[in-house]
Nanobody, 126 residues
Framework: QVQLVESGGGLVQAGDSLRLSCVAS????????MGWFRQVPGKERESVAA????????YYADSVKGRFTISRDNAKNTVYLQMDSLKPEDSAVYYC???????????????????WGQGTQVTVSS
């Protein structure tokens, strides 16, 4: 099973930036579309951003568009989520996920992803 390990979460103030990283344990990282999801207690897990296997296509949720940037470095088996201008409503556990299927322009959904990281907590204070 492919293992994904997130890092980079923490406690920051509103307006600050964080960069999340997700390292995959597979030698076939480049074939996976990668996504970031987040979840808060009592809420559904929501898609934040996604990037195709080549890095040529991306998706962003409206709530983060213009503030977050997803990228990947296939040589390092790593996907990143650069989060700028953080808001308290961005506070959540952020999960990295890998999708072995074909890229789709539709909103990423949880069940389409084959592998998941353990999550990293992001807390943004007012």
């Amino acid at each position: 099973q492919v293992q994904l390990v997130e890092s980079g979460g923490g406690l920051v103030q509103a307006g600050d930036s964080l960069r999340l990283s997700c390292v995959a344990s597979t030698r076939s990282f480049s074939i996976y579309n990668m996504g970031w999801f987040r979840q808060v207690p009592g809420k559904e897990r929501e898609s934040v951003a996604a990037i195709s296997w080549s890095g040529g296509r991306t998706y962003y949720a409206d709530s983060v568009k213009g503030r977050f940037t997803i990228s990947r470095d296939n040589a390092k088996n790593t996907v990143y989520l650069q989060m700028d201008s953080l808001k308290p409503e961005d506070s959540a556990v952020y999960y990295c996920a890998a999708d072995g299927g074909a890229w789709s322009p539709k909103v990423p959904v949880q069940y389409e992803y084959d592998y998941w990281g353990q999550g990293t907590q992001v807390t943004v204070s007012s």
